[in-house]
């Protein structure tokens, strides 16, 4: 099998860069040259001429990496992972490899579709309850489809607010699918009936993830702000697992109020026959300002990742993952050799896993990823409220390029502390929200890693501090 330092080399060498600045070329079609190849060789599209080089090493693949020939055909045919290809091939021919790698175009998109929400739940980061009057209209909705599918972004996640209560939201999503796009859904799933969960489907929705914050109907409510919300969850769930080909995930946001709990919610996602289960990082915006003092200490946050880490190599159909980007550093340190090591992006195994975790580089924020919010305007991640640029007036490989604030929280060479001098800066990088709504400094270390408790413990005494000046 293909060793991975030869992976490394190959990518690294010139005239495979210049290669790859060839095949990410755009030709009269629109599309790029890679994507209308692969297209042609799964059968897709026209086989010209100018391919047949190419196929001729495609089809060598399968030998030299020893893979399942149907499983490459079913890549080569599916069009996200064309777009996925062709990105990170532009990437690699403009920024070379990096160690987190830096792409030309986000690899993926988060889009808070709409400020509106049934419930009010306590660490809401997007603060949402209605519509806000200046929110993109329908024709403009469908003008940011066009332009993520022009810059080849490939997988697109609509989250809010809650995005299923707003009228668009299915028109928007079934334009997206037909484009190419692999589609997720963040909701609370109070409003998941049996035939909305099929009608997901139907739209062309891959993967519905939905909240549920304790294995007690009250204390979930109580966090959500209502009563019967866990029961209507649950039905999401389930109405949303019912359907073939919908995969499913339970998120929790995990504070201390429900810290305990975590092993019984990974039973209970189990119980559910649910695809994932993510624990989410709590960050102090929005709504969760108000509940700061729940965050997790640095060992409790060390526990989560022991916790999700054994869920993950102990239970074969349940993926269990984490928008902590320690995760990655945690799995790369614990897992036994071809035993999954991951990111909270997916997982994979053995050798290349591990070369792969210095490349995918945990927090994604200004160089895999950002976000679009409800009126266009463009943050570095929904976590992250620094405004870079607005769709309604710029492009989006324009803000992507030069917007001096994506610059700064995609360069690890800046971040202050142990985030700086870490050695696994690369494959984590400290959660930047959370340096931001701490510090207010997107370079700040992330306190809630087992690295930074000097942090972490300056932060306590000034709450301290705070709490004692009140009292007087």
């Keep these: 099998m293909v060793k991975a330092e030869q992976v490394r080399k190959f990518l690294s060498n010139p005239f495979v860069r210049w290669q790859l600045k060839k095949l990410s070329k755009r030709q009269e079609s629109g599309k790029v040259f890679i994507d209308e190849m692969f297209a042609a060789y799964a059968g897709q599209g026209k086989v010209k001429l100018k391919y047949i080089p190419y196929f001729i090493f495609i089809s060598l693949l399968p030998y030299i990496l020893k893979a399942d020939p149907k499983e490459l055909k079913k890549i080569y045919s599916t069009p996200y992972y064309r777009k996925a290809i062709s990105n990170v091939a532009k990437s690699v021919s403009e920024y070379g490899l990096s160690t987190p790698q830096i792409f030309s175009t986000p690899i993926l998109v988060v889009w808070n579709f709409t400020n509106a929400c049934n419930l009010n739940c306590k660490h809401c980061y997007q603060d949402a309850h209605h519509v806000l009057p200046d929110e993109l209209s329908l024709e403009e909705r469908l003008k940011v489809i066009d332009e993520l599918d022009y810059n080849y972004i490939s997988t697109l996640a609509f989250s809010g607010g809650e995005p299923l209560i707003h009228k668009d939201f299915w028109q928007v999503a079934k334009y997206a699918h037909d484009k190419g796009f692999h589609l997720s859904v963040a909701t609370n799933g109070t409003l998941i009936t049996k035939d909305v969960a099929a009608r997901l489907k139907e739209v062309g929705i891959n993967y519905v993830e939905i909240s ?16 019967g919300y866990w029961q209507r969850t649950i039905e999401g769930i389930k109405n949303c697992v019912e359907v073939d080909g919908l995969q499913v995930g339970m998120a929790t946001t995990l504070t201390r109020n429900n810290f305990s709990e975590l092993e019984e919610l990974i039973e209970l996602a189990k119980d559910l026959n649910v695809d994932y289960f993510y624990v989410f990082n ?87 990823y950002c976000a679009i919010q409800p009126n266009g305007v463009i943050t570095p991640c929904v976590f992250l409220p620094i405004e870079v640029g607005n769709l309604r007036e710029q492009r989006l490989a324009d803000i992507w390029r030069n917007a001096e604030d994506l610059k700064g929280v995609r360069d690890r060479s800046t971040l202050k502390e142990s985030c700086g001098s870490c050695d696994y800066r690369s494959m984590c990088g400290g959660c930047r929200a959370r340096a931001y709504g701490y510090f207010g400094d997107y370079t700040a270390p992330d306190p809630g890693c087992i690295f930074n408790k000097a942090a972490w413990e300056k932060l306590t005494a000034q709450a301290e501090e705070l709490e004692l000046s009140a009292e007087v």
């Excluded at 549920?212 to 009563?227: A, I, L, M, N």
Aim: charge should be negative; glycine fraction near 12%; proline fraction near 5%.
């Design 212 to 227: 549920v914050d304790s294995v007690k109907p009250e204390v979930h409510d109580e966090f959500r702000g209502g009563k």
């Design 282 to 368: 709590f960050i102090p915006v929005g709504r969760g300002k108000d509940i700061i003092k729940d965050d997790l200490t640095p060992e409790m946050r060390e526990e989560m990742l022991r916790i999700l880490h054994t869920a993950l190599i102990e239970n074969e159909h349940l993926g269990a993952f984490s928008t902590c980007p320690q995760y990655g550093r945690y799995c790369y340190q614990n897992a036994p050799e071809d035993v999954i090591i991951n990111s909270h992006y997916g997982y994979a195994k053995g050798e290349h896993a591990k070369m792969l975790a210095d490349y995918v580089g945990g927090c994604g924020v200004g160089r895999a």
